[in-house]
């Protein structure tokens, strides 16, 4: 009995929770409805309602900003809307820490986030999987040696961690995507990396 239990629950938790996470999800992004006028809702043209709908209409938002924002009169109007934003005292600090986060992250040119390393952590004995980050300039002028930025997620929650500075001969770089890593992370090495055919590349 106790086998078949757990069988079940092998089937039904992984689903369950994928579907919670859509529906949350989706039923978030369906807010963006909101901004359309109350005439034009789906649920009042259509009669009934159609879950999603709010996605489409999130993802037309976002690449329309996006192609609003690569030409001239887009780039002036961000300008214009960030030094608004800018003059207001705490929503200042606010805007520029998040926006310094997501530009690291999500700007194809940046380095960060772009190598999974092994670090020795929480003492010399372990290793701990990393994510090479940027290091300020005066920090690396003062350091002797060459070091890198690196973060470290805890499990099975990686959006908290660790962010030190380390030798960059202390470092193993990983051949492993960021991806893989963060799915190791969060199962807490139950899903693990496949071994790599191409060798470890020991920093030096």
């Known amino acids: 009995m106790k086998k078949y239990l757990l069988t079940g ?48 209409l999130t993802v037309a938002i976002i690449v329309g900003t996006g192609l609003l924002v690569r030409n001239v009169l887009g780039q002036r109007l961000l300008r214009y809307w960030e030094n608004l934003l800018h003059r207001i005292p705490v929503v200042n600090s606010i805007y520029h820490g998040v926006k310094q986060v997501s530009d690291t992250l999500l700007s194809s040119s940046g380095q960060s986030f772009r190598k999974v390393l092994l670090v020795r952590y929480p003492h010399p004995q372990a290793w701990a999987l990393a994510f090479q980050t940027s290091i300020p300039g005066e920090v690396a ?44 992370i969060v199962s807490m090495g139950v899903v693990a990396p496949p071994a790599s055919t191409q060798p470890i590349i020991k920093s030096d």
Do not use: C
């Open 9 to 56: 629950l092998l089937v039904w938790v992984p689903l369950g929770i994928t579907i919670w996470v859509l529906d949350l999800t989706i039923g978030t992004l369906d807010q963006s409805l909101l901004l359309l006028p109350e005439q034009w809702h789906p649920d009042r043209l259509l009669g009934i309602h159609i879950p999603g709908l709010g996605v489409i």
């Open 141 to 184: 002028q003062r350091l002797e040696d060459e070091h890198v930025g690196v973060f470290i997620p805890t499990a099975p929650s990686p959006v908290n961690g660790f962010y030190f500075y380390v030798r960059k001969a202390d470092t193993i770089e990983l051949n492993i995507s960021v991806d893989v890593a963060l799915r190791s």
